[in-house]
């Protein structure tokens, strides 16, 4: 399987659950014009399709949504802050009392054959005052998940791999993949 997605540190949280997953070397990447995360997903999945045409193709899309921030970053989370962009939200949600959030991952699989299966997984929770924690990336050291007092950073990459919005996603895809399978 192929992963369309310049994120490395993606590619290792997906490797959880897909271990034989491998990089897409590729120039050119398409800008992500979807409105949803499924179609961002899929428009990733598609330039894939375009340059490893006999393997399966995996696209991924992430984000996190804010409550107080009308859902925001929402698609443009990568893009959303210049530089730190943890503190960026931080920074914005300041004086703010809810600080309720979700991460979102969408997956689209292309298959050889050229059907696509999905897999969506979300983690609820809320966002810290400030930054804490070493491990992972993006928004981990700000994002406090529901049940636990410490950020995804704190939590940790072993954490990640069982619970995070992305493993969640991978394991509905799996499923989705085994269910193809057996039919």
């Given at each position: 399987m192929i992963l369309a997605s310049q994120n490395r540190h993606k590619l290792e949280e997906l490797r959880a659950i897909f271990p034989e997953l491998e990089p897409l070397e590729a120039d050119g990447w398409p800008e992500e014009t979807g409105t949803t995360y499924e179609e961002n997903a899929r428009l990733k999945a598609r330039f894939g399709r375009e340059r490893a045409p006999a393997e399966w193709v995996l696209g991924e899309d992430s984000g996190i949504e804010c409550d107080a921030l009308g859902g925001e970053p929402g698609l443009?989370?990568?893009?959303?802050?210049?530089?730190?962009?943890?503190?960026?939200l931080v920074e914005r949600l300041a004086g703010e009392t809810n600080r309720r959030a979700r991460m979102l991952t969408?997956?689209?699989?292309?298959?050889?054959?050229?059907?696509?299966?999905?897999?969506?997984?979300?983690?609820?929770?809320?966002?810290?005052?400030?930054?804490?924690?070493?491990?992972?990336?993006?928004?981990?050291?700000?994002?406090?998940?529901?049940?636990?007092?410490?950020?995804?950073?704190?939590?940790?990459?072993?954490?990640?791999?069982?619970?995070?919005?992305?493993?969640?996603?991978?394991?509905?895809?799996?499923?989705?993949?085994?269910?193809?399978?057996?039919?």
């Open positions: 443009h989370s990568a893009r959303w802050a210049d530089g730190d962009q943890a503190l960026a969408v997956l689209v699989a292309l298959t050889p054959d050229g059907e696509e299966l999905t897999g969506t997984g979300v983690l609820e929770g809320s966002i810290a005052a400030g930054k804490r924690g070493e491990e992972g990336f993006g928004y981990d050291p700000v994002f406090v998940p529901d049940g636990v007092t410490q950020t995804v950073a704190e939590l940790g990459e072993a954490w990640k791999e069982q619970h995070s919005h992305r493993a969640r996603a991978a394991t509905a895809l799996a499923a989705a993949i085994a269910r193809r399978g057996r039919s």
